[in-house]
């Protein structure tokens, strides 16, 4: 195992986080079943630091969810039930839409797994082939170099203030504009699939309504509501992530937050 990535899927942290084993390092029950993600669906395969991590559910029956994520009622405010969606014009995916996105956008360099989370939670564990980029980040103004640099990384390119003939084109819908702003040209922008710790955990949304006012268009982002908790509900592996990548965390946040 190399020392910069270890796959867990049974894990227990600070007595604060549990998640399940890997499948094959679990013993099955009795019947030696194998239990798929879904009907059609054994597994997924997704690079993770460089690494081919299998993301499938626990092996054994009788597992049970300990730890924080077993929880079923904290202090509101801050941790209340949230909305289905964190912006009405953004789509709300489950498990097997982000297993579709993981095989698909992401396998495919056209889509974003993003970890909202501070690098706090971050450092515990996280979802195969996320990568963590802290909701204080979004939430800056929409100008803030950070924010610039991440939106051209996403593929995002800036644009020159358009001439009045240009922008009049545009708005009368005679040249294709459906991803084009005053200062952004998202046409070859990334699908952006944004989570953090479940339905009643505000860092997502937060990040989601920080692209958004930063012009990033809603019909590329997507937001998984059910987070680590409803991960961890289901069995699916989790990774914890090196040192190094929690501290390049931590650097580009450079904040705490939920």
């Known amino acids: 195992m190399q020392p910069f990535l270890k796959i867990v899927g049974a894990l227990v942290i600070g007595g604060m986080m549990s998640s399940p084993a890997v499948a094959e390092e679990v013993k099955v029950g009795e019947s030696q079943e194998f239990f798929p993600l879904t009907e059609d669906k054994p597994y997924v395969h997704v690079i993770h630091d460089g690494r081919s991590v299998k ?18 009622v904290r202090n509101c405010p801050p941790f209340c039930i949230r909305p289905e969606r964190a912006d009405p014009s953004v789509e709300t995916v489950g498990e097997v839409e982000l297993f579709d996105f993981i095989e698909n956008e992401l396998r ?3 889509g974003v797994l993003i970890d909202a989370r501070t690098p706090s939670w971050f450092q515990k564990g996280t979802i195969p082939g996320s990568i963590n980029i802290p909701f204080t980040v979004f939430t800056k103004e929409a100008d803030d170099p950070t924010i610039v640099s991440w939106i051209e990384k ?23 504009s459906q991803f084009l702003t005053d200062k952004w040209d998202f046409t070859g922008a990334k699908t952006l699939v944004l989570w953090c710790n479940g339905p009643t955990c505000g860092q997502s949304p937060r990040a989601v309504k920080g692209l958004l006012n930063a012009g990033y268009p809603p019909e590329k982002l997507l937001y998984y509501r059910g987070g680590m908790q409803m991960w961890q509900l289901f069995g699916l592996t989790t990774v914890v ?13 450079g904040s705490a937050g939920e």
């Not at 993301?55 to 079923?72: C, H, N, S």
């Not at 996403?154 to 819908?173: D, I, N, S, Y």
Request: hydrophobic share 35%; aromatic share 8%.
């Open 55 to 72: 993301i499938q559910r626990v092996q054994d029956p009788d597992y049970e969810l300990k730890g924080y994520f077993a929880k079923t």
């Open 108 to 110: 495919d360099g056209n």
């Open 154 to 176: 996403f593929g995002g390119v800036p644009r020159e203030e358009p001439g009045a003939v240009t922008k009049m084109m545009e708005e009368l819908g005679w040249t294709d």
């Open 241 to 253: 992530p090196a040192a190094e990548t929690v501290a390049a965390a931590e650097s580009a946040s």
